[in-house]
């Protein structure tokens, strides 16, 4: 067994993001998990599984910030582990400074930088130490919106798959504007443009996801020519970013509430994309739409 037959993934990424969550998760898709590893330690673990004799095939290991001193190395570790051949791919989670910041109050858990000052200071210092590394990332999840079950359903998405560690999933996440652009996001597309079902009486009340409002976005002329083009340049580009070793790739697609236009478009792009990736979509808003109503 050679080492590229393993599937060595790097979690890391902001405290309170996720990590523990998603490391259990991996577990339960069959990956080997060690936490807090002092990144020195990489190599003997991939070389530990190079002997496992092909009982340990894929290889989970979390790296933050808990690592003190010894974090610092990481980006060097990781150019040693390019330079021998050996591929990796990089988990990042994060997540919005107010959630964040809830959390730690929720668990009453202290910050790893907690000598930052207040939590928030030590959430920003944080991220700021963590930033050559996110642009490194192969995939970025934002669990500012993404409870427990949601983060299991991307991760089982992303790597439940066994054998080809490059395969690429593509997220397509609908959202309004109003609420801000998802923090996760690769691509960024406006939809803003397109004829808005909130002016039409009927379809006010109604999402992206009822056929009424679908027909009424995805029949006008501008809509076509829009999915024809931007769908062609996706279908350029994928080739690309499975070739530089991407996963996962989220294209946004907003519009002013993340209720109409964004959803449909979105929905129709998913089917589209299905004929050669595997793709999830996930509707941002719905759920601010569904709260305001209920309320």
């Known amino acids: 067994m050679e080492d590229r037959d393993i599937r060595l993934v790097i979690v890391t990424g902001l405290s309170g993001a996720g990590k523990t969550q998603a490391v259990r998760c991996l577990e339960d898709l069959g990956f080997f998990c060690v936490d807090n590893l002092p990144p020195m330690l990489i190599p003997k673990i991939t070389e530990l599984g190079r002997q496992s004799g092909g009982k340990v095939k894929r290889i989970a290991l979390v790296i933050d910030v808990r690592g003190g001193y010894f974090f610092d190395s990481l980006s060097e570790e990781l150019k040693n582990l390019s330079k021998k051949g050996i591929k990796y791919e990089i988990l990042f989670l994060e997540a919005s400074d107010e959630v964040l910041v809830r959390r730690y109050k929720e668990t009453r858990r202290q910050h790893p930088l907690k000598e930052e000052g207040s939590v928030l200071a030590a959430i920003r210092a944080e991220r700021v130490r963590l930033q050559e590394l996110r642009g490194m990332a192969h995939v970025i999840l934002d669990t500012t919106e993404i409870f427990p079950r949601g983060l299991k359903e991307n991760l089982t998405e992303i790597f439940g798959v066994s054998g080809n560690s490059l395969r690429l999933t593509v997220t397509i996440v609908s959202f309004g504007y109003k609420y801000g652009i998802p923090l996760d996001a690769d691509l960024v597309i406006d939809v803003r443009f397109l004829p808005n079902p909130n002016y039409v009486e009927e379809l006010k009340p109604l999402t992206g996801l009822d056929a009424a409002v679908a027909s009424f976005v995805l029949s006008a002329p501008v809509t076509k020519s829009f999915l024809r083009r931007f769908y062609s340049l996706l279908k350029f580009l994928l080739p690309y970013y499975v070739e530089e070793g991407k996963t996962h790739l989220v294209t946004a697609i907003g519009c002013t509430g993340g209720r109409h236009r964004s959803v449909a478009v979105s929905e129709r792009l998913a089917q ?18 569904q709260a305001v109503e209920s309320a």
């Open 272 to 289: 589209l994309l299905r004929r050669d990736y595997q793709v999830q979509v996930r509707h941002r808003d719905l759920h601010r739409v």
